[in-house]
């Protein structure tokens, strides 16, 4: 999980780049999933792409792990607390502020 920190840092550039050419630059929303397993990502009881169970295609792993967030240890969870921070971060919304609500 720790991988994926850095993630955001790819596209942050772009999201630079177009405020700076085109001006406000908004995201409706973003994701810590770190994979197609995530709970309701589909919809409620739809299933996922990850795991083969909407859609078809191939099997890539569980989603059992991913969804049993109350197995989480502490480093997880701070793992992912790094992701949404960094995502945050690299579409300018105030990371402080929501820091706290984390």
Do not use: H
Request: glycine residues 12%; charged residues 15%.
């Amino acid at each position: 999980m720790s991988t994926f920190a850095n993630t955001p840092c790819t596209w942050a550039g772009e999201v630079n780049a177009t405020m700076g050419a085109f001006g406000l630059t908004t995201a409706g929303e973003f994701s810590n999933a770190v994979n197609g397993g995530a709970l309701y990502l589909n919809g409620i009881g739809s299933g996922s792409r990850y795991d083969r169970t909407y859609g078809g295609g191939a099997r890539v792993g569980s989603c059992t792990p991913w969804n049993d967030y109350e197995s989480y240890d502490a480093t997880m969870k701070s793992n992912i607390r790094q992701l949404a921070l960094s995502s945050m971060d690299a579409l300018q919304v105030c990371s402080r502020i929501c820091f706290v609500l984390l």
